[in-house]
């Protein structure tokens, strides 16, 4: 099980970030000089960074580092990443037809 965590924006990222999300996470900062803090949370294994309400930064199914605004209602961009992951993996369920 790992923890999540907090950090304010400005400071550098939690020390349980991984190192190939902390240039999205920079520029995401850049582009968003009004907010607050990060949260850093674990879905399925994979960290989760939040800045506010606003975007995210994760890493995918294949290690990829994905950025987008957090969307309204249920789990917080949790679409946008499941379209893109399907979308690039569309021939992984071929065995089920």
């Known amino acids: ?8 924006r400005g400071t550098p990222p939690h020390r349980s970030v991984p190192e190939a ?7 995401q900062e850049n582009g968003h000089p009004e907010a607050d803090s990060w949260t850093l949370t674990w879905l399925e294994g994979r960290p989760r960074c939040e800045l506010d309400d606003l975007v995210f930064v994760a890493l995918d199914v294949v290690g990829r580092v994905r950025t987008g605004p957090v969307s309204g209602g249920g789990e917080p961009g949790l679409a946008e990443e499941r379209l893109a992951h399907s979308a690039d993996d569309a021939d992984d369920d071929d065995w089920l037809s």
């Not at 099980?1 to 304010?8: F, I, K, S, T």
């Open 21 to 27: 999300l902390h240039a999205a996470i920079a520029e």
């Open 1 to 8: 099980m790992q923890l999540g965590a907090r950090w304010q």
